[in-house]
């Protein structure tokens, strides 16, 4: 069974590692983590630093906009939906209040 560490103890164990108080190897026997694993964090932070400094926009923003645009496609084909079962329940006869 793999270990499933939440972003936020990957985090706080990469600032501790960017800090080079203890070595890789202190840190890791510390947290139970092996030191390869701790590289590949540390890699992986180190490569999305340029996209927080972006001025592409705040990532909250981007995310609001994106959930903004889900909700609307789906209440749009809520709409779409009930249109079709209000003519099938029409049209097969189950619908008796449009009679």
Known sequence: MR???SNTFK???VKELMKEEKTISQLASEHGIHPTQLKEWKRIALAGLPELFSRKGNPVEQLTKAHAE???ELY?????????VNWLKKKSGLDVTSK
């Open 70 to 72: 889900a909700v609307e």
């Open 76 to 84: 749009a084909e809520i709409g779409r939906l009930t249109t079709q």
């Open 11 to 13: 985090a706080e164990v």
């Open 3 to 5: 270990k499933q560490y």
